[in-house]
């Protein structure tokens, strides 16, 4: 996978097209390139994150900083990230007026993923258990993300035009984890989640690739989790971020690439690194030390599903090594939407809902907090993961399949 340069003036070789990033239109990315160039071999790479590329995708203008935040040792690193940037204190990262919630922001909303940024502090830190994804879901550095798909149920909780905020209570966050880690002891039952290891979700409300152009935070989860042997991280991306080459994981952080046809991701997936690219990626990402797995998800069911899917897991067949594929395995997950989601959506997206939105297929539930979340059908579900495990077993027989739901 070729990556692009990370020099100052390193504007000519871009990841893929900025420009069209800060729009809402999608389908305006480019196609991934080929070649290979390890990205962490023995010369010095400067960031990613410094790049042009990176500048322009997360051009911070305004932060708004609970101020134990902002004086943190977390929270000064982020800021003198962002010079330029307004900083405005607010008392709490959540409820912040004119940024959380929906009305006013619908036309903004993707702008604002960029340009703005939350520091706060996680007050509450937890560990739930899972079973599915991984055993357990651990306290995530971040909340929010600055990509845009159309389908993300990340935001539910602070409004759907919301940007990341880091949480710079990093160190509390790891403290947290080792205790949680120490009390298991050994994974005495090999489950589908590892063999061997406690498997801990470190990247539920974000993307964990994104969270890494704006602080160390993933890097120094990374570097926690291996140090501990009975553990391992995990996180979903649609992000390729090169940085996350150097920091030499030793297998104990399974990334997980998030894949759809490319054609549901250009209408869906905005703001994303393209389908190709995360594929290209997987093999330097392997080499690096971490594992690499896949989650195909979301599966959107629509007229010609099933050839594109077929496509793509061709592809995957035909573009990865051995050595990637020999200890792959994926995690099926269909579409779930969202009534409050699908307003919003038709405030700005409206030909994701074409897609997104099928009520002759789909049943609705309703959650604790009165939100009206739709599912496809019991029927439909179960013919289209059969579909598609059908699927796999055709055009990639070597990935497993750790659970479909
Ligand atoms: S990359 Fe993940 S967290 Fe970010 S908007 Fe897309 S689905 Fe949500």
């Known amino acids: 996978m070729r990556y692009p340069s990370a020099g100052p003036d390193d504007g000519a070789d871009t990841l893929f097209d900025v420009d069209a990033l800060d729009t809402a239109a999608p389908g305006t990315r480019t196609a ?30 305004t932060v708004y900083a609970e101020p134990a935040a902002a004086a943190s040792a977390r929270g000064r690193q982020i800021l003198a990230r962002f010079p330029e940037a307004e900083v405005i204190a607010v008392e709490s990262h959540w409820g912040i007026p004119g940024l ?17 940024l939350v520091l706060g502090e996680k007050k509450t830190l937890t560990t739930r258990p899972n079973g599915r994804s991984a055993d357990w879901i651990g306290p995530g550095a971040s909340n929010g993300c600055a990509m845009a798909c159309a389908y993300c149920y990340v935001p539910r909780r602070k409004g759907y035009a919301n940007p990341i905020t880091v949480f710079t209570n990093i ?22 989640c590892d063999a061997s290891a406690w498997v801990y979700d470190i990247g539920e409300n974000g993307d964990c ?7 160390d935070n993933t890097a120094d989860l990374v570097r926690a989790f291996r140090r501990w042997p009975t553990a391992k991280a995990s996180f979903a991306t649609k992000f390729v971020n ?16 998030s894949l759809m046809p490319s054609a549901d991701s250009r209408l869906l997936d905005l703001r994303t690194s393209p389908v190709g690219d995360r594929i290209a990626a997987a093999a330097d990402f392997l080499d690096a030390g971490y594992e690499v797995h896949f989650n195909l998800s979301p599966v959107v069911v629509r007229p010609g599903w099933r050839e594109a899917w077929s496509e793509l ?11 990637v594929k020999r200890q792959a395995a994926a995690e099926v997950i269909m579409l779930t939407h969202n009534r409050e989601l699908h307003e919003v959506n038709l405030g700005w997206h409206p030909r994701a809902e074409e897609v997104l939105w099928r009520p ?3 049943q609705g539930k309703r959650s604790e907090n009165g939100a009206l979340n739709v599912r496809y059908a019991t029927r439909v579900k179960a013919e289209a993961v059969r579909a598609l495990r059908d699927l ?14």
């Open 209 to 215: 690739s994104v969270d890494a152009l704006i602080s």
């Open 100 to 116: 959380h919630g929906n009305e006013g922001n619908v036309e903004r909303w993707v702008r604002v993923k960029g340009e703005t």
């Open 242 to 257: 090169p940085d996350l080459l150097a920091l030499d994981p030793r297998g104990r952080t399974r990334i997980r690439f």
């Open 32 to 61: 991934g390139r080929g070649g290979t160039v390890p990205g962490h071999g023995p010369e010095q790479r400067s960031s990613f994150r410094d790049s042009a590329t990176a500048r322009r995708l997360l051009p911070v203008r």
């Open 313 to 323: 897991l061709r592809h995957l067949d035909d573009a990865l090594p051995d050595r």
């Open 171 to 192: 160190d509390g966050i790891i403290a947290h984890l080792a205790r949680h880690i120490a009390r298991q002891g050994r994974k005495r039952d090999p489950n589908q």
């Open 392 to 405: 796999v077993a055709s055009h990639a027989p070597w990935l497993r399949i750790r659970y479909a739901f």
């Open 360 to 362: 002759a297929l789909q």
